[in-house]
């Protein structure tokens, strides 16, 4: 990595070559990437959305990687899913928060402001304008103007605590408001410069027992304070009731910073104390300097080159948001070993454990970038997994922090096959997580029918899920299933349990009972075997979740092959794959009755009923790939690459999903794609950068060269791997897991 001190002359040397200006602004721009990935990012990508349109439905998360506890300037409501949308014009607070997306909304709240006012107490009272031109949004650090209060304040992570800086007028009524919000909360002023307190308000997930405990410690001495009950003020120095709040005073002179270090714990209030232990003795800046070091080091595990500016902040921003979740749930006892409180039966037990992620959208590229990139992180992930099926009796489809009721499907099965298969599962927790896959496909949790399988029974017996037994989405479930049976087979070959692997990949071929020979889409069934009728393509949900059957049709990512002959071959299914392209953005939203988000979003992105911004449709371009015409995958990849994804608040053409758009980038950006979780294979697409290098854990690289690269060459000519020319256009994890060097020879527009 180019270090600051040279950075300047490196760049002068670099471009100085390249040719006049003239020549220069016609090729690739000659920009090397900054010495420090994490300047690259905007936490600001994606919020400038709402629930009628999202481009990315996404906060200003200040963490540190998969870190346990998020902090972000909130903007709206307490309770309100859009925390902060980058349209709003005040802060309410700098909100501690685990939401993984607005639908989902938070869980252990609890927020600080800094005011100027004994009175500015309630969040409509101590809102203050703002302006992102006074702000900073960095993923290790924030910073914003109050123009109200005439307070900057601040704020730096580490894994479950985070220091805050305030800098206030000249007042004799300075202070900090401390809100633990409603529905059931407590406040304690415990000493001079100690606050504590917990939270209990979620949004579903938990057991009765939930609490988020916090502790707060200021640098400069409490002159007084105030302790409230929602809007009522209680004598004393505690409240406990249904909304507690405390505003803590000081008198400042004018540049005068007031520090406050906080952390929580889902545990205990001890184990609160014992997380703020890791800020350790560190002043602002050391704690600021640290999260900026880690997330360079997880952001430069992926160094690339050869591109723009603009395509160097769209790479960082989505490698950010691909490792902020699923977020860790475990804290560290005294003796420095992970311990949790389970969200699944309330109680404190040894071990990892993960939340805030949905399978339906993270298995498919988010969950593979771990396994490729960063493999010890989903080892922690799948040991969490172990002990939520030993703590549950399920494996999580979409967890937060416990089982939410939340889209369809089996997609654990992919998530827990795919790091079996390549080999990253803890070996002690393999025969507990293959027990949780085949017992997924035989029930339904008993509250949350998201969680296992809901009509099992029907899949089971008549090999799909019918349209007419009242379950909803049923083509979606039917699709799903027999890919996540396919998974759990290969899982079963590699243990030796063959006939599981038999009868589990008989079943991975019940997709074929939904095509319908006539149209050539995937089509509700009816239990007595007929097709539903009447039929559109066109109309989003109903037999499908959040798709129509242009979009869930392609969802056979096991058996492409197999797909391609129910359709009459190679070139009837690209005839298919084109016309999704083709055909103008029509929909039918009368299963909704409203027009849902992702509608509007397809229709908005001019690509015909193709709706990159929900995921069904993700994967589906490289699937020219299997009917030889990669030509087609490369031309679409870059396409969206260029035109759906930019580092401005509107940068993402839908919901960003926990990371899975964003690793969609990532691969697509490296020249290729895992169409099929639980397999070896990644499609090839069109490298955006001219260098690539990928610093695996192992201590090999994957080197990544496309030279000739350029907007006007997307096209791969042919590919070089390790010195030897590369037939086929899918490479094989096997062939990258211990280091690779790859060649693209790119063209033009043949």
Known sequence: MIRPVSFLLLTAVLCGGCGNRAERSAAIPCDEPLPRPSEYVSTLVGTQSDYTLSTGNTYPAVALPWGMNFWTPQTGKMGDGWAYTYGAHTIRGFKQTHQPSPWINDYGQFSLMPVRGHDKLDEESRQSWFSHQSETAKPYYYSVYLADHDVVAEMTPTERAAVMRFTFPESAESGVVIDAFDRGSCVRIRDKRTVTGYTTRNSGGVPENFRNYFVIRFDKPIESFRVFNGGQEIEGDAVTGDHALAAVYFTTRRGERVTVRVASSFI?????????????????????????????????????????????????????????????????????????????????????????????????????LLNLVYPSVNAEIQAGLANAYRESGFLPEWASPGHRGCMVGNNSASVVSDAILKGITPQEDIATLYEAMLAGRDKVHPTVSSTGRLGHEYY??????????????????TLEYAYDDWCIAQVAKKLGRTEDAERLEKAAQNYKNLFDPETRLMRGRNEDGTFQTPFSPYKWGDAYTEGNAWHYTWSVFHDPEGLVTLMGGKTEFGK???????????????????????????????????????????????????????????????????RLYSAKPDGYCGDEDNGQTSAWYVFSALGFYPVCPGSDEYAVGSPLFRKATIHLENGA??????????????????????????NGYFLRYSELENGADIRFYMRGES
Request: proline content about 6%.
């Open 460 to 477: 089971n017996t008549l090999g799909y899920v019918p349209y007419d037994v009242g379950i909803n989405e049923s083509a979606a479930r």
């Open 701 to 726: 690289d994957i080197v990544i060269e496309a030279p000739e690269n350029a907007p006007e060459s997307r096209y791969v000519d042919r590919l070089i791997f390790d010195g030897e020319s590369y």
């Open 268 to 368: 205990s209030e001890k184990q609160a104390f014992r997380n703020l232990e890791e800020l350790g003795k560190d002043n602002f800046e050391t704690v600021r300097d640290k999260a900026q070091a880690r997330w360079d080091e997880v952001l430069g595990k992926i160094e690339v080159a050869g591109g723009t500016t603009d395509q160097y902040r769209t790479f960082y921003s989505c490698l950010y948001r691909s490792t902020l979740f699923p977020r860790k749930f475990y804290e560290l006892d005294k003796n420095g070993n992970p311990v949790h409180y389970s969200p699944y039966n309330g109680e404190v037990l040894p071990g990892y454990m993960y939340t805030d992620t949905g399978f339906w959208d993270t298995f498919r590229s988010l969950f593979p």
């Open 576 to 642: 298919m794959l084109d016309s999704v392209f083709v055909v103008p953005p029509i929909y039918d939203d009368s299963y909704y009755g409203v027009r849902i988000h992702e509608i509007t979003e397809m229709q908005v992105a001019n690509m015909g009923n193709y709706a990159h911004g929900n995921q069904p449709a993700q994967h589906m371009i490289y699937l020219y790939n299997y009917v030889g015409q990669p030509h087609k995958a490369q031309y679409w990849v870059r396409e969206v690459m260029d």
